[in-house]
């Protein structure tokens, strides 16, 4: 497969250093220098409006995944969606797992799923086995960031509950490394979860550094030996999770009120 036509499924937005006015055009020039077909920008806490007016600047190239607060309301929702957002970000890593089954969780996360939009989580370690039963329970579309971030490798707890919910839900997840560090035994780890997702719910991301985006390509193919299943995660299955073939609009809103 030819590098022209990888999406980079996770790159921080906005980029370090970069204001809001050149922000866009310092991703469009990365994207360009690096042969990339695409991005996925991950605003954890950004300004909503920074997010939708960089999707504008470059609709067919770009979606996003907004930051996720138990309080979002539903007209951001319709909002975001309209932009050209693809998902919502929840970041646990470090901290206390909230109770994702009860309210205002367990509503905010219902409304994720209405709108058929996904919920992309970063957690790392033994946190997935509190994660992942009550978002398999919502029957929302679930994106595992960073490999899952696995302390001790492919037979540890937490991954093993990765693997076991990518088995039974409709769960996704992300070969990407944070800060450019892949997690120990990468490779066993991905031979794990394509065993276990199959090869249609693995996406790749590089974080779109000034640089990087050539190593982590080649960090791919290491993992990653049939050409064809590495087409998959390079691009084809960005395109269908992220929508890249359609234009983005708000879908008519069909859940409770």
């Known amino acids: 497969m030819e590098p022209s036509a990888a999406i980079d499924c996770h790159v921080a937005f906005p980029q370090a250093g970069a204001g809001r006015d050149g922000a ?7 994207l360009d220098a ?28 770009l979606r996003g ?26 970041d646990l890593v470090g901290g206390a797992v909230p109770a994702l089954s ?9 409304m994720v799923g209405w709108r058929g939009l996904h919920l992309d989580v970063d ?5 997935w086995a509190a994660i ?38 409709d769960v996704w997840v992300k070969l990407s490394a944070p800060d450019g560090r892949p997690p120990p035994h990468a490779a066993d780890c ?9 090869p249609d719910r693995i996406v790749w991301g590089g974080g779109l550094q000034s640089g990087a ?15 064809a299943l590495r087409q998959r995660v390079r691009a084809d299955n960005a395109a269908d999770l992220y929508r890249f073939a359609a234009a983005p609009a708000a879908e008519p809103w069909t859940g409770m009120v």
């Open 102 to 110: 009860e309210r205002p969780w367990r509503t905010v996360i219902d």
């Open 132 to 169: 992942l039963p009550p978002l398999l329970d919502a029957g929302v579309r679930v994106v595992i960031d960073h490999f899952g971030r696995p302390q001790g490798g492919p037979d540890s707890a937490g991954f093993r509950a990765i693997l076991d919910a990518g088995r039974r839900g």
């Open 24 to 30: 866009v055009g310092t991703l469009l020039s990365r």
């Open 65 to 90: 995944v907004a930051a996720l607060t138990p309080d979002i309301a539903r007209g951001t929702l319709e909002r975001l969606q309209g932009a050209g957002v693809a998902g919502l970000h929840l």
């Open 123 to 127: 957690a790392a370690g033994d946190q």
């Open 34 to 61: 690096d042969g990339l077909a695409g991005a996925v920008l991950i605003a954890r806490d950004a300004d909503p409006d920074i997010l939708s007016d960089a999707l504008a600047a470059a609709p067919e190239r």
């Open 190 to 198: 991905t031979a794990a979860l394509i065993a276990a997702f199959g």
């Open 213 to 227: 985006t050539t190593a982590a390509l080649e960090r791919l193919d290491g993992w990653i030996a049939d050409p």
